[in-house]
Structure formats: C-alpha cells, structure tokens
C-alpha cells in the first residue's frame, strides 16, 4: 500500500512560481511511474506532467516550457515546479502513482492563480 500526500499549493499572482510536493510512504517508490493531474472545476481531470521510474518525462502542452516535474527517489518524494503561473492554472493538483495493477492518489492540494 502506497500513500501520497500533496502540499505547496497556495494563492499566487500570475507570473508567480510554486512548487509541489508529493511525499510517498511504503516501499518501491522508484518502481513507480508518477505523474501529476489536476481538476478545475467544472472540468475532468488532466495529466499535467509525467516521469517514469526511469526518468522520463512528458508534459501537457498547456505546460511545456513552465513546469518542470522531478523526483528523488531516495526521499520518497516527487515535485512540481510551477512558473509563469496563469489563471487558467488554477485547480486542485493530485499527485499519481502507478505501476501495473495499482493505481494510488493522493488527497489533491489547491492551487489558485489570481491577482
């Protein structure tokens, strides 16, 4: 069993920055692919950034070249950097891990872009 638990979410400007963090409990974190989703309101969830337990990752094109997704693997932790923030950015942020035959969420972090 695997637990996620998201934080850095906030209130920021747009133009702002914030960075996420994901922070996963049990054992095999680095087996895991990860990922990074969000859900506006009104709207369906979206992947907004992957990377696999080998390290490679893809991006929404809504994100390209003003998120960055990485992780640690010998802290348990995963993390989005966030820049140039906009308003359509805001939504609640769910961090993913999966591996074939499991899928795990954690609780989503809320992330508001507004002036």
């Known amino acids: 069993q695997v637990q996620l638990v998201e934080s850095g979410g906030g209130l920021v400007q747009p133009g702002g920055s914030l960075r996420l963090s994901c922070a996963a409990s049990?054992?095999?974190?680095?087996?895991?692919?990860m990922g990074w989703y969000r859900q506006a309101p009104g709207k369906q969830r979206e992947l907004v950034a992957a990377?696999?337990?080998?390290?490679?990752?893809n991006y929404a094109d809504s994100v390209k070249g003003r998120f960055t997704i990485s992780r640690v693997n010998a802290n348990n932790m995963l993390y989005l950097q966030m820049n140039s923030l906009k308003p359509e950015d805001t939504a609640v942020y769910y961090c993913?891990?999966?591996?074939?035959?499991?899928?795990?969420w954690g609780q989503g972090t809320q992330v508001t872009v507004s002036s």
């Open positions: 993913n891990g999966r591996v074939p035959g499991r899928d795990y």
């Open positions: 049990g054992s095999f974190f680095r087996a895991y692919n």
């Open positions: 990377i696999s337990s080998g390290g490679s990752t």
